[in-house]
Nanobody, 125 residues
Framework: QVQLVESGGGLVQAGGSLRLSCAAS????????MGWFRQAPGKEREFVAA????????YYADSVKGRFTISRDNAKNTVYLQMNSLKPEDTAVYYC??????????????????WGQGTQVTVSS
């Protein structure tokens, strides 16, 4: 089992930045692809970004491409999401997830096996 705990969320003005962290425990995530998803009120959970097991490949949703950067430090068993130029429409609960699927940079909800509890990000206009 892998336990994932997100942190770093908060309230920020439009144009600002936040860095989310996802700390894993229970098992090393070095062999897992990792992803970030988000869910706004009244909307379905959606893919944000994914990173391959060794960090060699990344993949982003079009809505965040060029503004968000996913990275990982396997020695620290941690994944990050750097979010710049934030917009009010980025407001959501952000979730970290781990995938054993073997897909390099999975984007589907069903390809992830472990999920964190989420951290709230609120962007004011």
């Amino acid at each position: 089992q892998v336990q994932l705990v997100e942190s770093g969320g908060g309230l920020v003005q439009a144009g600002g930045s936040l860095r989310l962290s996802c700390a894993a425990s229970g098992r090393t995530i070095g062999s897992y692809a990792m992803g970030w998803f988000r869910q706004a009120p009244g909307k379905e959970r959606e893919f944000v970004a994914a990173i391959s097991w060794n960090g060699g490949r990344t993949y982003y949703a079009d809505s965040v491409k060029g503004r968000f950067t996913i990275s990982r430090d396997n020695a620290k068993n941690t994944v990050y999401l750097q979010m710049n130029s934030l917009k009010p429409e980025d407001t959501a609960v952000y979730y970290c997830a781990a995938s054993r699927s073997g897909v390099a940079v999975p984007s589907g909800l069903g390809t992830y096996d472990y999920w964190g509890q989420g951290t709230q990000v609120t962007v004011s206009s």
